[in-house]
């Protein structure tokens, strides 16, 4: 018998591990022995999902709907989708041009696995949701980073995007509003995609999954507002899990081109088949029932936003975009590389994220995972209590560092 390990896939191995791994692991042991950690890393609304969603799910499972339900979804599901779109957005779309997959992520992995041949190139804005290059890659395809400017407020500057276009370029990954950042991309950033998109037949991909977590006044620019045109190149995927405080129920929804949503139904079909029954009923009673509960975080969320981005740009050598969206802030960190506290070496956002962790018991996401060393992210879907106590130990922790 062979004492030698099973051999893994290429397509793993080239995949880095999540660089936040060791720190969240470190979180979770300290955690486990009392420690008194505050976590500012969770991806989700601190609140419950609301009483009428959580009674639809209950009731599906009492109304026998716990079977296989079609590959992309319950009609009535899809159908709420569509007039949603109508209702918020104008935006025309058949129910047979949307699919229910298990979460946002999950539509993200069907597209690029429909989509992709080996050697196309996706063009992604850094900072970047982590998944989003490691999924590209998982296709065949290669990610493209595209960096943004802090100083531009990380919205897209049309010049340096065309910089890395290239002859193998298939396609463009958009998220407004941004995980990590917050940012909102402006009205002539996507102008300027669009153009592009459409001169060279690209696939364009925008990430909606923020869209109601937002802090600006007035309609939120959206590529297929500036650009109608685009329509037939355009997938968007969105879902409950941010604006319905569901990210546990895990459905999430993608709308395109009919022969391009077929194509991630035949993915679907061969991997999760249909998401779960009383999940999509859940969903269902909270795209078609009361539209306020976003409305109801975003009111909540607005002081803490202020609070930690006026908190964090008062401290020396930090500064901090205000997020016109999302419930996360990305400060810039740069100014305390170098430095160290005994033997914590700060070298880089990993090792900054770390030492807070060890000496201020915050834990965080540094900011590599989002292709952005000199930042960190916090997130403020937590208490006003806690975003406090948070700032005072980062503070000391800063002030410590030689």
Known sequence: MSSEPIALADRVLQIAPSPTLAVNAKAKALRATGADVLNFSVGEPDFPTPAHICAAG????????????????????????????????????????????????????????????????????????????????????????????????????????????????????????????????????????????????????????????????????????????IKEQLIILNGVSKSFSMTGWRIGYSAGPLHLIKAMNKIQSQSTSNPAAPSQYAALAALSGPQDFPKVMQEAFAPRRAYMVETLNSIPGVSCVSPGGSFYVFPNFSAYYGKAFYNHAIVDSLSLADYLLDEAMIATVPGVAFGADDFIRFSFATSMEVLCEGMTRLKKALEALQ
């Open 58 to 229: 209950k009731q599906a499972i009492d109304d026998g709907h716990t079977r296989y339900t079609p590959v992309p979804g319950v009609l009535e599901l899809r159908e709420a989708i569509s007039q949603r779109f109508k209702e918020d957005h104008g935006w025309d779309y058949d129910p047979d041009q949307i699919q229910v997959c298990c979460g946002g992520k999950h539509g993200l992995y069907n597209l690029f696995q429909a989509a992709l041949n080996p050697g196309d190139e996706i063009l992604i804005p850094a900072p970047y949701w982590v998944s989003y290059p490691p999924m590209v890659q998982l296709a065949g395809g290669v990610p493209v980073i595209v960096p943004l400017d802090e100083e531009k407020g990380f919205d897209l500057d049309p010049a340096t995007l065309e910089k890395y276009v290239t002859p193998k370029t298939r396609g463009i990954v958009l998220n407004s509003p941004s995980n990590p950042t917050g940012a909102v991309l402006s009205s002539r950033a996507l102008e300027a995609v669009a153009a592009l998109a459409l001169e060279n037949d690209w696939l364009v991909v925008s990430d909606d999954i923020y869209e109601t977590l937002t802090y600006e006044q007035g309609v939120l620019p959206h590529i297929l507002d500036v650009e109608p045109a």
